[in-house]
């Protein structure tokens, strides 16, 4: 599957509009495991050095959300935080790739801030919601220049996020 460049479509779901409105803490972890075992280019075509490939990434992903008792234009204040624990593996098949993983470390921490909209109720359910997010990706996550496959990006992000959710029937 090809993913559009430049759109975070991992760990979500229809649902990403809608967050808790009282105050309080939330704990959410996720688990994902994906498998590669080719490079595409640009146009979505494999790059024959990278036939045969065993790429293997485990990440647990730690969210922790704050939704303060302060309210901004109707909807909910709040903070969130991402930590990643990631394990890494390369093995190709194909000696001339040569892939270096970086076996299992801390990812790149993403915090910021957001404002949660109140739902729009018709019929006494839900039928739309929204959130905006502000995010800075901190590199501190495990990197060296060394090797092909980091769980750091090594360099610092800013990451502004909208998510809605519309549930029309």
């Known amino acids: 599957v090809t993913e559009p460049a430049g759109i975070n479509l991992g760990d979500t779901s229809f649902n990403d509009g809608f967050s ?13 495991i994906s498998h590669f075992n ?3 280019g640009a146009d979505g075509n494999v790059i024959p050095a990278s036939k045969n490939m065993n790429v293997n990434a485990i990440a647990s992903i730690n969210q922790l959300v704050y939704v303060t008792p302060y309210r901004l234009l ?3 204040l709040g903070a969130t935080a991402l930590l990643p624990f990631v394990d890494l593996a390369a093995n190709p098949e194909n000696p001339s790739l040569n892939l270096k993983a970086n076996g299992f470390g801390i990812g790149d921490l993403t ?26 990706i901190s590199p501190i996550g495990k990197y060296n220049k060394n090797k092909d496959i ?3 990006s090594g360099y610092w992000s800013i990451a502004p996020y909208y998510a809605f959710t519309i549930l029309p029937a």
Do not use: H
């Open 74 to 76: 109707g909807g909910s």
């Open 38 to 40: 080719a490079i595409t």
């Open 20 to 32: 808790r409105l009282s105050p309080g803490w939330v704990y959410q972890q996720y688990f994902q």
């Open 111 to 136: 915090w910021g801030v957001f404002l949660q909209m109140p739902p729009i109720i018709s019929g006494g359910r839900p039928i739309f919601t929204d959130r905006f997010e502000f995010d800075v």
């Open 150 to 152: 980091n769980q750091s």
